[in-house]
């Protein structure tokens, strides 16, 4: 599996086509929308295989700290660990850019899989406008 960032308009649609197979058709999130105001400035990950696209994250920077959002894994290619390998991918490169800390929502479902890369649970859950339950989460890079 090759992650790498996307740099070319191309790349970062194949982010976007992720995002929306994961959460707009699969999950069904239409409120808030998948493509936001921050994903102009955002640092965009696109995970690849000899298959093809198999899944997206994005970094915002927020400070010190790199919020990580859209994190997503084709369903073709859940069950193999790219989840975690996307995610230890973008915590080593948020530390190399010289982040403190890295944060993001989760889906509560999802909270287990954040907590063995690091990440602690922090607040009460909360409906992010998506009808699904999230808690933030923080971790030291």
Request: one cysteine or more.
């Amino acid at each position: 599996m090759k992650i790498t960032l996307a740099t070319t308009e191309a790349e970062r649609q194949a982010c976007f086509d992720v995002r929306d197979a994961v959460f707009t058709i699969e999950q069904g999130i239409t409120d808030p929308p998948d493509i936001d105001e921050y994903d102009a400035d955002a640092l965009h990950y696109l995970a690849q295989d000899e298959t093809g696209v198999a899944g997206t994250a994005r970094i915002v920077a927020k400070g010190e700290t790199a919020k990580i959002g859209r994190v997503a894994v084709l369903k073709s290619h859940r069950g193999i660990g790219l989840g975690a390998q996307i995610m230890r991918a973008i915590l080593d490169d948020a530390k190399a850019r010289g982040f403190e800390f890295a944060a993001l929502e989760s889906q509560v479902h999802a909270i287990a899989f954040y907590e063995r890369l690091g990440f602690e649970a922090d607040g009460p859950d909360y409906d992010d406008g998506s009808g699904i339950m999230h808690r933030m989460m923080q971790a030291k890079l």
